[in-house]
């Protein structure tokens, strides 16, 4: 069946960066969007932004515009989120996510990715 | 502050039918279809309800969205113990590029 799998907790200083992966199975990698969602502890979701496995063309959300990059590795059928210049605010979990053709649905999710940022 | 608005809380007695609300704008719930998440403490979202009143493959027929205007809902009828989650609606929104989501209702099962 499908799934992402994602990479395991981080804990990073303030003014590092984070690097997260998702791999893909079940399905064919460059036919399907990824999209990051994070949560911060105790509170609702946030949508970060998506990447295009195919083209490799990404589109974040104008808050993380700038320090935050997507990529990907058609030949492990993984994807990447890296977000730098991290604050105790990027503190949360990292999804990514998977929609439909056509849908903005995401039906598939990554089991999701700790990251933490302290001094 | 989240874009869309949720109660932040629900409650009801197994058996009953219990309904959460969500409120957009034209430039979300106006313009695009609504989904519906379950999440459970610890674990990522599912996905309950999609295109406004879909149910994916596997979710009990218990479960119901609709959607009128700017608002939409979600129904649990049959309340059950293990229907305890936080429950998300999520739409696309134009300006944003991407789905914005409410800010969660937390469902109690007395």
């Known amino acids: 069946q499908v799934q992402l799998v994602q990479s395991g907790a981080e804990v990073k200083k303030p003014g590092a960066s984070v690097k997260v992966s998702c791999k893909t199975s079940g399905h064919t990698f460059t036919a399907y969007y990824v999209h990051w969602v994070r949560q911060a502890p105790g509170q609702g979701l946030e949508y970060m932004g998506w990447i295009n496995p195919d083209s490799g063309d990404t589109s974040f959300v104008e808050k993380f515009q700038g320090w935050g990059t997507m990529t990907r590795d058609t030949s492990i059928n993984t994807v990447y989120m890296e977000l730098s210049r991290l604050t105790s605010d990027d503190t949360a979990v990292y999804f990514c996510a998977r929609a439909d053709t056509g849908d903005t649905a995401f039906h598939i999710w990554g089991q999701g990715t700790m990251v933490t940022v302290s001094s | 502050q989240s874009v869309l608005t949720q109660p932040p809380s629900a409650s009801g007695t197994p058996g009953q039918r219990v309904t959460i609300s969500c409120s957009g704008s034209s430039s979300n719930i106006g313009s695009n279809t609504v989904n519906w998440y379950q999440q459970l403490p610890g674990t990522a979202p599912k996905l309950l309800i999609y295109n406004n009143n879909q149910r994916p493959s596997g979710v009990p027929d218990r479960f119901s969205g609709s959607k009128s205007d700017t608002s939409a809902s979600l129904a649990i009828s049959g309340l059950q113990s293990d229907d305890e989650a936080n429950y998300y609606c999520?739409?696309?929104?134009?300006?944003?590029?991407?789905?914005?989501f409410g800010g969660g209702t937390k469902l109690t099962v007395l």
């Open positions: 999520a739409a696309w929104n134009d300006s944003l590029n991407g789905p914005v």
